[in-house]
């Protein structure tokens, strides 16, 4: 199994910003997608943004140009920094970990990002 603990939310002014932080640990398969999802009370869950260890990064529409997905396989880590934030970003955010060797799926217990005035 993988364990996934997201870090870094927390409560930012408009056009502020924030580095979230999410180490995957246990059964890590080489070939995997690591992501994040946000979700608000009463919406469905969304993409924000996903990096896979074979091929690009892709992003939700909402956050292209402000929001950048990046990972350290060394420490099994995935990065999301998070620029020019809005209220509409303020969501739960959560990890998500893909294997392809076994295929599975994981998730963390999220981490609140909250943008207001």
């Known amino acids: 199994q993988v364990h996934l603990v997201e870090s870094g939310g927390g409560i930012v002014q408009p056009g502020g910003s924030l580095r979230l932080s999410c180490e995957a640990s246990?059964?890590?398969?080489?070939?995997?997608?690591m992501g994040w999802y946000r979700q608000v009370a009463g919406k469905e869950r969304e993409l924000v943004a996903a990096s896979f260890s074979r091929g690009p990064n892709t992003y939700g529409a909402s956050v292209q140009g402000r929001f950048t997905i990046s990972r350290d396989d060394a420490i099994n880590t995935v990065f999301l920094q998070m620029n020019s934030l809005e209220p509409e970003d303020t969501a739960v955010y959560y990890c998500?970990?893909?294997?392809?060797?076994?295929?599975?799926?994981?998730w963390g217990q999220g981490t609140q990002v909250t943008v207001s005035s």
């Open positions: 998500n970990f893909r294997s392809m060797a076994p295929i599975v799926e994981y």
């Open positions: 246990g059964s890590i398969s080489s070939r995997n997608v």
